[in-house]
């Protein structure tokens, strides 16, 4: 596994597993706990040591899954991510979800906790102070937010004392780049890593039938998911968190570290895809 610095002296895989589904959308759906176990755990084995869950997922019980499954790992060695929904932005409510998901989880803090969506009916002042506060009380490392423009960004760092934003989530592949306008290079400047989701535009990165994707495929000897990553997580402060249901996508997931496009190449596949997307 690739890894870029999160903060001073902590570093993240490029490559994390996304969970939304495992155990339900929505609600919770037990029928496939095993096999989704049996996925994460085989995920952490391979290197894709950053799990991201959220307490919506399942209605919770996407954590108690990712829980069961990291039980037999080190905790040190793992780094967990889980959101707060938009619904529980109070501050006193923000501190019980918290607690819900540390339980449905099995662990005593997580690595990022992230405001899952932003909502304009609560202040977003008391929600960072209360993150903050939870930052403070070490049950979670670091604390960011998912789904936030720059300029909310901005004002959401803004009323944080000691602590400071480090991720932003956000929907980013080559089929959506809207990120790359105002967002990205916000991040850059203020050392804030983007967490990109749905990076493979829900599979549709992953087949072939895209003329300079599958160009750059066949160029570089990858599969199409292999060079949309790479294409990703070649970008500074980037990196991806795609969800695999298989031990083989994990593996063909693998493949995109290692090696980078050129940076014609990058750029070519950059304008073709933003070219598609606006014709």
């Known amino acids: 596994m690739e890894f870029k610095r999160l903060d001073d002296g902590v570093e993240i895989p490029v490559l994390g597993l996304g969970t939304w589904t495992m155990g339900g959308s929505h609600s919770a759906d037990r029928s496939l706990d095993n096999l989704w176990v049996s996925v994460i755990r085989s995920a952490i084995e391979l290197g894709f040591t950053h799990i991201d869950t959220a307490e919506m997922y399942g209605g919770g019980h996407c954590e108690e899954i990712v829980g069961e499954a990291v039980e037999p790992f080190r905790r040190r060695d793992l780094f967990i991510t889980t959101?707060?929904?938009?619904?529980?932005?109070?501050?006193?409510?923000?501190?019980?979800?918290?607690?819900?998901?540390?339980?449905?989880?099995?662990?005593?803090?997580?690595?990022?906790?992230?405001?899952?969506?932003?909502?304009?009916?609560?202040?977003?002042?008391?929600?960072?102070?209360?993150?903050?506060e939870s930052a403070r009380e070490g049950l979670t490392r670091f604390i960011g937010v998912s789904n936030f423009s720059a300029a909310l960004m901005d004002e959401a760092q803004s009323y944080l004392k000691d602590e400071r934003l480090i991720a932003n989530q956000v929907e980013y592949s080559l089929k959506h780049q809207s990120p790359r306008g105002e967002l990205l290079p916000y991040c850059i400047r203020n050392n804030v890593t983007l967490i990109a989701y749905t990076p493979l535009a829900k599979g549709d990165l992953a087949r072939w039938g895209h003329n300079v994707l599958d160009e750059m495929a066949e160029k570089y000897g990858k599969t199409p998911s292999q060079v949309s990553l790479n294409w990703l997580i070649s970008q500074d402060r980037v990196v991806a968190i795609p969800k695999a249901s298989k031990l083989e996508h994990l593996k063909d997931n693998l493949g995109a570290i290692g090696w980078r496009l050129s940076r014609e190449d990058h750029e070519k596949l950059t304008k073709a895809f933003k070219k598609s997307t606006t014709e």
């Open 83 to 132: 959101k707060v929904w938009k619904d529980h932005l109070k501050h006193d409510d923000l501190k019980n979800a918290l607690r819900g998901s540390l339980r449905r989880l099995g662990v005593e803090y997580v690595d990022l906790y992230l405001i899952h969506w932003p909502n304009p009916a609560i202040p977003l002042k008391e929600t960072m102070t209360a993150l903050e």
